[in-house]
């Protein structure tokens, strides 16, 4: 896997200075703090009985999440990533990260891992509080992904502090938007997710999708 730091190191190796849009030294990330509440920042509830391990189709990497909407929802997101942006069972970036039991947050909607229902996508390629980024293709492709999501789902690249390879879910339990859209992308009621290649979805570049991703609301 590619990222932009990778090629920079590439670069200052061999004696190259290679300029990157947005590239700045890294920055540290919060101090770590315990999660003690029953539910996690995004409203949902802690627990374990809720959770199955789910493969990410078209890889051979598998992920721990929570049982319905949720993991109907995230799962296309990490698909499609799969797919579009890089592999998510190579190894590289740290692959895939779901649920976990570990308490230790460094940010509030870390606490999202606890409730299975956020997902980490090459983690130690794009950690917390750090100034790596997506290359601008890959954030378009990332933006038409929560088109797709349509508002129920939020990116770490545009919270505080930054985590891009982080997403949860910004829907609440028993959102009604949130059970149309995961009965939408549930690859489980549509065969054509089920075979998916990288150009069988909607073109993230057509300026009409384009257009919609730019007016989702983001969080602030």
């Known amino acids: 896997m590619i990222t932009r730091r990778s090629l920079l190191g590439a670069a ?18 919060p101090g770590p703090g315990r999660w003690t509440r029953d539910t996690s920042a995004n409203g949902w509830t802690v627990e374990p009985g809720a959770l199955a391990t789910y493969q990410i189709q078209g890889s051979r990497a598998s992920v721990v999440l929570r049982q319905g909407a949720a993991a109907a929802v995230l799962l296309h997101l990490a698909r499609r990533w799969h797919y579009e942006i890089a592999a998510l069972d190579t190894g590289e970036g740290g692959g895939v990260t779901g649920h976990t039991t570990n308490r230790t947050v460094r940010a509030d909607f870390e606490s999202n891992y606890l409730s299975g229902t956020a997902l980490a996508l090459h983690p130690t390629a794009y950690p917390l509080g750090g100034s790596e980024g997506l290359w601008p293709h890959q954030e378009q492709i990332v933006r038409d992904i929560l088109l797709d999501c349509d508002g129920t789902v939020a990116w770490g690249a545009d919270l505080t502090p930054v985590k891009a390879s982080h997403f949860h879910l910004a829907a609440r339990p028993g959102d009604e938007a949130l059970k149309r859209i995961a009965a939408r992308l549930d690859t489980r009621r549509h065969a054509e997710f089920r075979t998916q290649t990288a150009g069988a979805v909607a073109d993230p570049a057509t300026p009409h999708r384009r257009a919609q991703a730019r007016r989702l609301p983001r969080p602030r």
């Open 12 to 29: 200052a190796g061999a004696g190259v200075l290679a300029v990157v849009p947005g590239a700045t030294a890294r920055a540290q990330g």
